[in-house]
């Protein structure tokens, strides 16, 4: 006999599941900080040991077929810094970084509310009112 369930139950669910995910990947991410720390303040790695591992694995995922594209030097770069920053625990470069991409968002979703008339050029319209002089119809 199939079990039958309610539609808020079943979204409940996956909300709990998604909000589980989303601990557990915090939760891997600070372990993953904690470690690298320890290794960074040990002196077994620096900022050009994570560029080319990030530069690496962007290869690794292009032979893959995982990307369609190599990241150029200044993404590749900006990625090995942003790395290092929470590596180093630099907690106002932190903030700094959270803050410029917040407003390139809100730059972003004022940009796209902007109201935007396009006009075609006299050529183009001056072809549409021909093809459609046969039929009598006035294009704006």
């Not at 669910?13 to 600070?30: D, F, G, I, Y």
């Not at 902007?114 to 006009?119: A, G, T, V, Y």
């Not at 021909?130 to 294009?139: E, M, Q, V």
Request: glycine share 4%; net charge negative; aromatic share 4%.
């Amino acid at each position: 006999m199939p079990m039958q369930i309610g539609l808020d139950d079943l979204l409940g669910m996956m909300v709990s599941r998604v909000e589980q995910l989303a601990l557990e990947t915090e939760n891997q991410k600070s372990k993953f900080n904690i470690m690298f720390r320890i290794l960074y303040k040990k002196g077994l790695f620096d900022e050009q040991d994570a560029y080319n591992a990030i530069k690496e694995e962007n290869k690794i995922l292009l032979e893959l077929g995982m990307i369609d594209a190599m990241p150029d030097e200044k993404t590749i770069k900006a990625a090995a810094q942003n790395l290092m920053m929470w590596i180093k625990g630099d907690v106002q470069a932190i903030k700094n970084s959270v803050e410029e991409v917040k407003k390139r968002l809100q730059e972003a979703a004022e940009e796209q509310a902007k109201p935007k008339i396009e006009i075609a050029p006299a050529g183009v319209l001056n072809e549409l009112d021909r093809l459609g002089a046969n039929n009598k119809k006035l294009i704006l």
